[in-house]
């Protein structure tokens, strides 16, 4: 026994003990260190950078596409409604080459009658104030008349 206490208080074992519980601190130091790093590595972090910079990159294509094709889309739209309106005008002129259409068109908005016919215009309750607006007529020159008139009965067929 007086070898082990000995050897116990001797410098050689003071200084092993003194590196194990050197060493334990460091590795639990080290443990510790490692559950608080963080888990982004570099390889992690140059993913993230490669990733926001196609992201960047990519924007404004993106949105150009995008764009061009609501502008197609809008254009299309357009197309279908002119391609309905030039088939009503065509409809409408193959009316107007029917010789009974353009009669009975003239007969309602010229008030014209066929001979031997009495023609009779009936005044409905806003005629008085047509009558009214006019009196002013007069007062302009001939041609202001004459297109007033043709803007009026482009305006009954509306």
């Not at 050897?7 to 074992?13: H, I, L």
């Not at 519980?21 to 950078?49: E, F």
């Amino acid at each position: 026994m007086a070898v082990k206490d000995r050897d116990r208080f001797s410098t050689a074992t003071r200084i092993r003990l003194l590196g194990e519980q050197t060493a334990a601190r460091v590795y639990r130091s080290q443990t510790k260190r490692q559950a608080r790093r963080s888990r982004l590595t570099g390889r992690a972090a140059l993913l993230a950078l490669v990733l926001c910079t196609l992201v960047v990159a990519l924007a404004y294509p993106i949105r150009q596409y995008v764009s061009q094709r609501a502008e197609i889309a809008d254009l299309q739209r357009e197309k279908a409604q002119a391609a309905e309106r030039v088939e009503k005008l065509r409809d409408l002129k193959a009316r107007w080459q029917d010789d009974t259409y353009a009669e009975q068109q003239i007969r309602q908005r010229l008030h014209y009658v066929m001979p031997g016919e009495t023609g009779f215009i009936v005044a409905g309750p806003d005629a008085a104030k047509q009558s009214r607006t006019d009196l002013g007529a007069a007062d302009r020159p001939w041609y202001a008349n004459v297109w007033d008139g043709v803007d009026k009965s482009d305006a009954s067929d509306r």
